[in-house]
């Protein structure tokens, strides 16, 4: 079992993305993918380095690249659609306290 929590707007010093199993939690650096933190159930916690060819740099560094043709963007117009309705039924469902969908399906 595992738990994906995404927030586009929160108070902290920096972001990141936790992935939270059963016997453990993975902690990694969202946008630059810079460190990683291990955690068992005992929690020792262990700092696997990682590996420069994994790491795809800032996604603002990507966005410009692409723009100006020295990279291919990481992610598709597909995705940004997708996420705006996502974020924008996020919106609706806290100001009305309803459950929102988003409004595309599929």
Do not use: C
């Not at 939270?20 to 946008?31: C, E, K, L, P, T």
């Not at 692409?66 to 469902?93: C, H, Q």
């Amino acid at each position: 079992m595992a738990s994906i929590v995404i927030s586009g707007v929160s108070e902290s010093q920096g972001s990141h993305m936790s992935f939270i199993f059963s016997d453990g939690r993975i902690d990694v650096d969202g946008w630059s993918a810079k460190w990683m933190k291990v955690f068992d159930r005992q929690g020792e916690v262990k700092y696997p380095q990682v590996p420069d060819e994994l790491n795809a740099g800032s996604a603002a560094k990507n966005f410009i690249d692409a723009i100006l043709g020295r990279s291919e963007s990481r992610t598709s117009v597909e995705n940004g659609v997708v996420l705006t309705e996502l974020m924008d039924a996020i919106y609706e469902s806290a100001q009305t306290g309803a459950i929102a969908e988003p409004k595309r399906k599929g």
